[in-house]
Nanobody, 126 residues
Framework: QLQLVESGGGLVQPGGSLRLSCAASGFTLDNFAIGWFRQAPGKEREGVSCISSSDSSTNYPDSVKGRFTISRDNAKNTVYLQMNSLKPEDAAVYYC???????????????????WGQGTQVTVSS
């Protein structure tokens, strides 16, 4: 069974950090690009970052550049999202997803992703 499981979410104060993990099972992660998305209440889901199978990374949107870093450990079949300097507007449910390709190709269109995790909640509040 193809599966992605996110973990690492929680409550953090503004300015704090969290590291999200996305563990894959049922397939080899290093054959695919992996993306992180988030959805805040009342808002559409948006792409946050994508990492290709060759470990090149692209971050979306501009609001997270310089604060979020995506990485992968193929030996552990896991992708990470390091989030620093968190802001209240970063609060959302964060999802990871498998792209139907090895590369990110500059697009976070959801239709390019075929396996999704269940999401992990990130709350940023004092």
């Amino acid at each position: 069974q193809l599966q992605l499981v996110e973990s690492g979410g929680g409550l953090v104060q503004p300015g704090g950090s969290l590291r999200l993990s996305c563990a894959a099972s049922g397939f080899t992660l290093d054959n695919f690009a992996i993306g992180w998305f988030r959805q805040a209440p009342g808002k559409e889901r948006e792409g946050v970052s994508c990492i290709s199978s060759s470990d090149s990374s692209t971050n979306y949107p501009d609001s997270v550049k310089g604060r979020f870093t995506i990485s992968r450990d193929n030996a552990k079949n896991t992708v990470y999202l390091q989030m620093n300097s968190l802001k209240p507007e970063d609060a959302a449910v964060y999802y990871c997803a498998r792209r139907r390709s090895r590369g990110c190709y500059g697009s976070m269109r959801e239709s390019f992703y075929d396996v999704w995790g269940q999401g992990t909640q990130v709350t940023v509040s004092s």
